[in-house]
């Protein structure tokens, strides 16, 4: 029997739409959720999604994805892979499991909100798709996550994380709402599908594959990298809306990209950025975080938005000045604040981990080198609580991340600058420029408080850091330490800091 | 290269014949492959395509153009997909190619 092929039947059961006689249409698809603004109702019919699948389709072949990537998982469990991995590769695994797992369960309320309230009958059965896509997403990557509780509680945290008071959880939940939840279909569209899968994705579930297989973690690398299949699929949602909007309101489709993608660089120069450049032990390193960017950021996404005919985002200077010194100093503040992570962050600063950043990095050294000696210098005369937090950094009021981004000032010295606003009476700190900025625009829909205004408020009781860490749900048997500080003895020999001149005459 | 488009598959065994079938679909096509590892990187400017009777060719009898989503992990590009072919390009090539084709995709 010969079958009708796709493309002689789909549009056929596809494009079920229909006029409306006991309601109008402003009751089913209603402004706040579906979000036409300037652009004609009857535009959306033009909506064609350019990777097209049937229903038999994607049976098959989420069946075939699902048996390929069990199967690894199966032959692996036998083995003694686990036991191999470095304490760095593993604390880029756990750090990818508590931080994606229920994002991808958000992820899928997104797409039901797309296959609801999407203004084309296509764009809601590609949307369809996309939440079984989520639906598997969110149990996959804590199925495998689950895998590993009993050989150490940490990697708990793949379910739990999310649902604490964590620094970073506030960080991803304030990010990931604004993206998939609060917003309507055509902005989420715009954020989602297209610019943080068919962009930022890439970086955290393809690039990082290639670091997790050097590591030795097949399982892992083959998990993100089937993920990441289904994304290239649902991710072509963004662009047929992208058409639509740039061609009747090219402005909000400029901002809305902007925006998201702002809001994706920072999370990954936190999350990505020291999973690359230093848990990744430095001989398993298949790029820079630097270089994935340029090959899947800068060339790849930037080319995809100039094809619909918008511009690189205005921050552009600033964003690409930060691939220098964003993760490195968020690097730096992940280890000192270890006890309120879920991973075991390693330092990764020996001498040949010091030489592939400076050769990565060109001014890694002047930025960094001086901060990593007076840590060394602490750990090599036994003083470890010295390289211990007493305190919370000061976190940005849009990012939820800590304020701690050097520049390059005219004289020719790296600073960490303050840019703040003042708005009804209070003053409100940013790590940035663009993170002040978005802010501003966006004020209206903000209410998102970071640890440190909960802090301030008397929120968090009692207010010591056995206060905050109980506020954030961290326990002993979770809370992060270096796995081992012996990677500071190599540098034993060398002549050590001196110890700070005040005035006065006195030590500090 | 210039206005580079293409897929990106994960690590497999068949990834080297699926791109000995692009290799096949693209004759006089200056054609970049880069392998990462857990990836291959398979590029070429301005348009890239790849056929079923190509990938049956290399890949067996049986294969299903639809069974190349399993390893298509991303792509550059824009992506048209139909039930004998996969095609990479550019919205400006895609557009004068469908003036020419008459909307054919």
Not at chain 1, 28 to 48: C, I, M, Q
Not at chain 1, 404 to 419: K, P
Not at chain 2, 52 to 59: F, G, I
Not at chain 2, 69 to 91: P, Y
Request: hydrophobic share 40%; net charge negative; aromatic share 12%.
């Amino acid at each position: 029997m010969t079958l009708l092929k796709r493309e002689e039947w789909q549009h056929l059961v596809r494009d079920v739409d229909w006029t409306y006689s006991y309601v109008d249409d402003e009751a089913v698809y209603p402004e706040w959720l579906s979000g036409t603004g300037k652009v004609p109702r009857a535009a959306w019919r033009t909506w064609e999604e350019d990777y097209k699948v049937s229903y038999p389709e994607y049976v098959s072949t989420q069946r075939e994805k699902e048996t390929a990537a069990y199967a690894v998982k199966a032959a692996l469990q036998r083995s003694n892979a686990f036991d191999e991995l470095s304490e760095g590769w593993k604390s880029s695994t756990k750090m990818h499991y508590g931080g994606v797992a229920l994002v991808e369960f958000e992820a899928v309320l997104g797409e039901l909100k797309m296959a609801r309230f999407g203004l084309n009958p296509a764009w809601r059965n590609m949307a369809a798709f996309g939440a079984l896509d989520e639906i598997r997403h969110a149990q996959i990557t804590m199925f495998f996550g689950h895998e590993f509780v009993g050989r150490d509680p940490q990697y708990d945290w793949t379910q739990k994380m999310f649902h604490t008071n964590d620094w970073v959880a506030i960080s991803l939940r304030s990010l990931f709402d604004s993206m998939m939840v609060t917003n309507n279909v055509v902005d989420l569209a715009i954020q989602l599908p297209l610019t943080f899968e068919t962009g930022f994705t890439n970086l955290q579930f393809v690039a990082l594959s290639a670091d997790a297989l050097e590591s030795g973690d097949v399982n892992f690398a083959n998990m993100i990298s089937s993920i990441q299949t289904d994304e290239a699929r649902h991710a072509q949602q963004g662009g047929p809306t992208l058409e639509i909007l740039v061609e009747h309101d090219p402005v909000r489709a400029q901002w809305v990209i902007d925006k998201a993608f702002w809001g994706s660089a920072r999370a990954f120069a936190a999350l990505t950025g020291p999973a690359m450049d230093y848990y990744t032990p430095v001989e398993h390193r298949k790029q820079s975080y630097r270089e994935f960017m340029e090959e899947w950021i800068i060339d790849q996404f930037i080319r995809t938005i100039e094809d619909y005919g918008l511009r690189r985002p205005w921050f552009w200077d600033e964003f690409m000045k930060g691939l220098d010194t964003w993760h490195h100093a968020l690097h730096m503040g992940l280890w000192f604040w270890r006890p309120t992570i879920w991973w075991r962050p390693t330092a990764a600063v020996t001498k040949a981990d010091r030489e592939w950043l400076q050769e990565k990095y060109p001014n890694w050294e002047a930025v960094y080198g001086d901060k990593w000696d007076v840590i060394i210098d602490a750990v090599n005369a036994g003083n470890v609580e010295a390289t211990l937090p007493e305190t919370l950094p000061w976190l940005c009021s849009l990012c939820h991340l800590p304020c701690c981004n050097a520049t390059l000032g005219r004289d020719g010295r790296w600073r960490v600058r303050d840019h703040s606003l003042t708005h009804n009476g209070v003053t409100y700190h940013f790590c940035t420029n663009g993170c002040r900025q978005i802010w501003w625009k966006d004020k209206d829909t903000l209410n998102s408080p970071t640890v440190i205004d909960r802090f301030l408020a008397g929120e968090i009781q009692p207010m010591d850091v056995g206060g905050i860490l109980n506020y954030m749900g961290l326990t002993p048997d979770v809370m992060g330490d270096d796995p081992d500080y012996a990677w500071a003895a190599e540098y034993r020999d060398r002549v050590t800091t001196t110890p700070l001149q005040v005035a006065g005459g006195a030590q500090a | 290269m210039n206005n580079a488009v293409g897929p990106v598959f994960r690590m497999g065994d068949e990834v080297e014949l699926v791109v000995a079938a692009i290799e096949d679909d693209n004759p006089d096509t200056e054609i970049e492959v880069t392998d990462r590892g857990a990836y291959v990187r398979v590029e070429a400017p301005d348009r890239l395509r790849v056929t079923q009777e190509s990938l049956r060719r290399h890949l067996g009898p049986t294969f299903e153009i639809r069974q190349l989503q399993t390893m298509l992990s991303a792509f550059s590009g824009r992506i048209s997909t139909t039930s004998e072919e996969i095609v990479w390009e550019w919205g400006a090539g895609r557009r004068e190619r469908l003036a020419r084709t008459g909307g054919e995709a």
